[in-house]
C-alpha cells in the first residue's frame, strides 16, 4: 500500500551540499518511521538516519553535525540534507518505511562525492 521514490541524488564536490526527497503514497497514515540507509559499493547496507511519527531523530555517528533529516507532512515527503560532504559518503541512498505491519523500500538514489 506504500510506494516509495527517492530523489536528489548526484554529483558533489567534497564540502558541498545535496538534499535528498524521498515522496511516500499510498497509505502513509500506517508508517511510524521513516529512514534513511546507504550502501557503497562492496560494502553492506547502514542506517544513516531515522525520524519516528513523534518526530524523534537519530543518526549514524559518522554523518552526525554534517546530515539533516526532516519531513515535510504536507507534501508526504521526508528529507535528508547532507552538508560537508566528504568522498566516503559515497553511495547508492535508499528511503525505508516501517511499522510493525510493513518494511518498503524505495528504488535507491546514487550520490557521488568527488574533485
Known amino acids: 500500500q506504500v510506494q516509495l521514490v527517492e530523489s536528489g541524488g548526484g554529483l558533489a564536490q567534497p564540502g558541498g551540499s545535496l538534499r535528498l526527497s524521498c515522496a511516500a503514497s499510498?497509505?502513509?497514515?500506517?508508517?511510524?518511521?521513516t529512514g534513511w540507509y546507504r550502501q557503497a559499493p562492496g560494502k553492506q547496507r547502514e542506517l544513516v538516519a531515522h525520524?519516528?511519527?513523534?518526530?524523534?531523530?537519530n543518526y549514524a555517528d559518522s554523518v552526525k553535525g554534517r546530515f539533516t533529516i526532516s519531513r515535510d507532512n504536507a507534501k508526504n515527503t521526508v528529507y535528508l540534507q547532507m552538508n560537508s560532504l566528504k568522498p566516503e559518503d559515497t553511495a547508492v541512498y535508499y528511503c525505508?518505511?516501517?511499522?510493525?505491519?510493513?518494511?518498503?523500500w524505495g528504488q535507491g538514489t546514487l550520490v557521488t562525492v568527488s574533485s
Open positions: 525505508n518505511a516501517a511499522s510493525d505491519y510493513l518494511d518498503v
Open positions: 499510498g497509505n502513509i497514515f500506517s508508517i511510524d518511521v
Open positions: 525520524i519516528t511519527y513523534s518526530g524523534s531523530t
